[in-house]
């Protein structure tokens, strides 16, 4: 998962960038890249044994570090289609089973 939406950063940066809260200093496309790319180094680091323990909580840290985006997405799509609107709600509970489950891979290898 991390791999293909880590690679959709850089493929189809604008969705990501429409996110990324305005309060950031900076350019919202870096944030997107930036993120991008540590999507990309994560779901790397969970596929190799050696470094999947070191992965998991780089995946912890990251699911935490996007929240703050995930937030704004519903915040900014209140006036979008209704659809839309769950699917955003929808991304913020669904944070927990990615961090659980990213916290048991770091706990079993």
Known sequence: MLL?????HFIAPKPFDGIVPA???????????????????IGGM??????RRAGALAAVALYV???PANVN???L???KPLPMRLAA?????????????ALKIYRQS
């Open 89 to 101: 709600l929808a991304r913020l509970p669904l944070q927990i089973p990615m961090i659980t489950q």
């Open 4 to 8: 293909g939406i880590g690679a959709l």
């Open 73 to 75: 997405m519903v915040r």
């Open 46 to 51: 969970l596929l190799a044994p050696r470094t």
């Open 65 to 67: 570090s996007v929240f």
């Open 77 to 79: 799509w209140k006036n």
């Open 23 to 41: 309060e950031l200093p900076g350019s919202a496309r870096t944030y997107t890249y930036a993120s991008g790319v540590a999507e990309i180094a």
